[in-house]
């Protein structure tokens, strides 16, 4: 497994390997985005990152638009945000939809009930993102990063606002 792509900041490919996977399990709320043939789609989804899998889980409507999508184009990205700390991650992969209802409850969170009525329900599905690459950028936090930005703003260098990297999953 080819874990260097591409290397933009300090940290070995291990290291970025290891915090694009921290940080997504950290951060949870995640933009799924698939494609419908037009237009990219987007829509927030919490996600189960389990590394030792080399999966992300998604618990799913059977009845909704991106399952169709799924079908067709099982490539997606996957974006998480923590704006507050300005860390922020993305993974693409290939998704696939089942009903593994194993799997789903073994998923199975007290906050799903917000959605139904228990892991029986027939309506949930699961998507299965497989990760095939992920990028972070991973700044020191608002203060610093504001900081370094203020100073290059007026001496005209380039700001060091934190690590950026790329690399295989």
Not at 81 to 92: M, N
Request: glycine share 4%; with cysteine; proline share 4%.
């Amino acid at each position: 497994m080819n874990k260097r792509r591409e290397q933009k900041a300090d940290l070995t490919p291990a290291e970025a390997t290891d915090r694009v996977w921290e940080l997504a399990e950290k951060i949870d709320i995640c933009m799924f985005v698939t494609w419908d043939g037009e237009y990219n789609r987007a829509r927030p989804l919490s996600a189960r990152v389990r590394r030792d899998e080399s999966a992300i889980y998604f618990l799913v409507n059977d009845d909704s638009a991106k399952n169709k999508q799924l079908s067709k184009y099982p490539k997606v990205t996957l974006a998480w945000s923590d704006s507050r700390h300005y860390k922020y991650v993305t993974i693409s992969g290939s998704a696939a939809l089942t009903n593994d209802r194993a799997k789903i409850t073994a998923l199975w969170e007290k906050t799903d009930a917000a959605w139904w009525h228990d892991a029986n329900d027939p309506e949930i599905r699961l998507i299965t993102v497989r990760p095939d690459e992920g990028e972070l950028w991973d700044s020191p936090g608002l203060i610093v990063a504001t900081a370094k930005m203020a100073f290059a703003a007026i001496t005209g260098a380039k700001p060091d606002v934190g690590e950026n990297a790329k690399v295989d999953l």
